[in-house]
Nanobody, 124 residues
Framework: QVTLVESGGGSVQAGGSLRLSCAVF????????MGWLRQAPGKEREGVAS???????SYIYSVKGRFTISQNNAKTALSLQMNSLKPEDSAMYYC??????????????????WGQGTQVTVSS
């Protein structure tokens, strides 16, 4: 059983930065994929970024060049550095985890475990 706990959300003006963190409990090693998802009110949940066991990353087009996903060597912490934030980035952000080599940024339903979410609000 993997448990994920996010932190680091908040309110920021457009153009600002935030760093989201996710503590991963219960990971004992093995091939996996981790990612960040978001959901804004009235919108569908969407994958934002993903990173696999080897550290290969993937992003959706709208955040490329602005967001950076990373994980520590022990795979017990996941981060999302968000720069040049825009109002349309406002959403609840979730950390997610799945076992196995399949690692898709957009296929968010494939994740096995989710955190409780952390709110990001970007004002114009």
């Amino acid at each position: 059983q993997v448990t994920l706990v996010e932190s680091g959300g908040g309110s920021v003006q457009a153009g600002g930065s935030l760093r989201l963190s996710c503590a991963v409990f219960g990971y004992g090693g093995g091939i996996h994929c981790m990612g960040w998802l978001r959901q804004a009110p009235g919108k569908e949940r969407e994958g934002v970024a993903s990173i696999d066991t080897d550290g290969s990353t993937s992003y959706i087009y709208s955040v490329k060049g602005r967001f950076t996903i990373s994980q520590n060597n022990a795979k017990t912490a996941l981060s999302l550095q968000m720069n040049s934030l825009k109002p349309e980035d406002s959403a609840m952000y979730y950390c997610a985890f799945r076992w196995g080599s399949y690692c898709s940024t957009v296929d968010w339903s494939a994740y096995n475990y989710w955190g409780q979410g952390t709110q990001v609000t970007v004002s114009s």
